[in-house]
């Protein structure tokens, strides 16, 4: 018989692996989705990210979304080169400006999100399980962020 923590052991496997699948299908339906466009998903995560946050230096996205400043730092300068972003004073420093969102930038989001959202709303999946799987994720994330500030 396999102890308590064992079986925690495989359900976080079998948890990690549908994420990684999640994840990947994510991905594809997104490049299919916007095919047309000339926005890459992480250039589209940059810009969900400013319409949440109203406006935000390249190192509070990058935090935020986990990855290099540096890579925050390339789309956003593609964002700008698009005119979908903007840079502008920071009065807390004169190194990193805040970066917003432009009109185009906020009907680009807009579109996008429009696209996506008629198709999860065809997901035969209640919103309360939504619900429920995203705080659970959280968690999850939570506790593996935990374990990782524990064992550093």
């Not at 990947?24 to 916007?34: A, D, K, N, T």
């Not at 970066?99 to 996506?116: D, H, K, N, P, W």
Request: hydrophobic residues 40%; aromatic residues 2%; glycine residues 6%.
């Amino acid at each position: 018989m396999k102890s308590k923590s064992s079986r925690r052991g495989v359900q976080a496997q079998r948890l990690i692996n549908e994420v990684r699948l999640t994840y990947q299908s994510l991905v594809q339906i997104g490049e299919r989705l916007h095919a047309g466009s000339s926005l890459s998903l992480g250039m589209r995560a940059v810009l969900e990210y400013l319409q949440t946050h109203s406006a935000a230096t390249v190192p509070d996205i990058a935090r935020a979304r986990r990855v290099t400043r540096q890579r925050i730092q390339t789309l956003v300068n593609q964002l700008i080169d698009l005119d979908l972003v903007s840079p502008t004073a920071n009065p807390a420093s004169l190194r990193s400006p805040l970066i917003t969102l432009t009109e185009g930038g906020r009907s680009s989001i807009q579109a996008m999100q429009q696209v996506e959202g008629r198709l999860l709303e065809a997901m035969a999946v209640s919103a309360a399980d939504l619900a429920r799987a995203a705080a659970i994720l959280a968690d999850v994330r939570t506790g593996l962020e935990q374990i990782t500030q524990d064992s550093a």
